[in-house]
């Protein structure tokens, strides 16, 4: 009895060890953790019933997946900002293995090409109080890329139409495209629909959006890439065209909210270098020739490409489809000249925008942003300009001191002393001041009448005190005021 016992608890220890090292390795290997915002008690505008219902049903989903769920509904802004702090410092401590994800749905708006977040106790009366009352996304991103993680992931629900009066005039519609590639690598971010335009809240117990990744991520082995690429064609079917959710990415590795069986991992990856290489024009003329337009249809949703969709619309020219592609096909060009544009960030990149698209609700974001570059700009333009004329300018200060102390020659007629004179008052007079230099002349008598005297002396006859005195006589006159 006790060799049968022994070889069973001998069997359980080993099964037990195994267990125990395989979800070790598991747990090491990667940790997942989430934030999940659902806004819907907006306290100056209609509330979002389906927004706190999309949370719920993300934090059972995410639950399920292996995630570590904070949830937080309803926030006004000191509280949203709060929580992106504590799920920052949540992350910090999970270890550079750590997959962050952050699901938001509710209001977003896009001010100046720059996205927030919409707290519920937001009240702007203009453009300019967003920025103060609101959260900006890139404030969230730039928190989670700053951690040392194995990737981030972003799903934001938050395309829904601007609610509030006193911005409908000047805020761009949907959110402004993002590019994860600019950022730290690593990054993957979903919005409900393209850059730009606007999400419907939907008319079931959750948007549109949050039913197809519901339904999509549930699938085991399905990339992130292909999963979202699924989501895309169901929302768009869904809504009848009107609605195109649109991702970036920016991953270096892999990920599955549902692993399933890790023996068919490789071929799950196949399709993964396809999903990374741009397709020409051709290419898809080439790949759409002779199939269904409906089947075409979908491909080209699919990938979301103006290669795709001039493809489609060469090909299936006459199809029900085609309209609603070639809508889409506009739309994505101008996204793709906003994009350059902004990245740009130059008066003449948002002026070339203008001059393609001055009809786009972009437009007048796009007039304010390249005023403001302008502006920006036009110190740092005059600084070069001041100091490259330094070295070219004709007076420098050095040469100048010379010219001051230049004395014009003394005609040879004259004889002119530029030493000062010393000057006192004659004895016996008020008025009349004597000047003297060395022995005393003649009586001032015969001063004037020895004038040419005194100068031939000294110069004909090397003279002595005579003609020495006649000169310096005649000088002295000469200066007399």
Known sequence: MRRPAFRDLLLLSAFLLFFQISTSHIAS?????????????????????????????????????????????????????????????KVAVSGPDTVALVFYAGHGLQIDGENYLVPVDVDPKREADIPLQAVRLNDLMNT????????????????RNNPFPALNQTAGHGLAIVNTKAGAPGSFISFSTSPGAEAEDGNGADSPYTTAVLSVAKEPNLPIEEAFKRVRVSVNQAT???????????LTSDFRFFPGDMGSGPSAEAPKPAATVARTTDDWRRDLGGKDPK?????????????????????????????RVRSLLERRKEMQAWEVAVATNTAASFEAFLASYASSDLAATARRMQVRVFNRTLPGALAPTTVALGPTCPCPAAPVQPLLKKVEPTPPTKRVDTTPPKRRKQRGSDDDVVVERGPPGPPPGVVVESIGI????????????????????GGNYGGRR
């Open 29 to 89: 290997a990667e940790s997942r953790v989430a934030l999940v915002i659902g806004q819907s008690a907006y306290r100056a505008v209609p509330a979002l019933p389906n927004a706190a219902n999309d949370g719920k049903r993300m934090v059972e989903l995410l639950g399920s997946a292996g995630f570590d769920v904070t949830a937080a509904p309803d926030l006004a802004q000191n509280d949203m900002r709060q929580a992106i702090s504590d799920f920052a410092a």
């Open 240 to 250: 009848e065209g009107r609605q195109i959710p649109w991702e970036s990415s920016s």
């Open 295 to 323: 089947v075409a249809y979908d491909l080209v949703i699919a990938d979301n490409s103006v290669a795709g969709y001039e493809a489609f619309a060469a090909l299936f020219a006459q199809s029900s489809y085609t309209p």
């Open 454 to 473: 005194g100068i031939g002396m000294g110069m004909g006859m090397g003279g002595m005190r005579g003609g020495m005195g006649g000169g310096m006589g």
């Open 144 to 159: 989670l890329g700053a951690l040392p993680t194995r990737m981030r992931i972003f799903m934001l629900d938050a395309c």
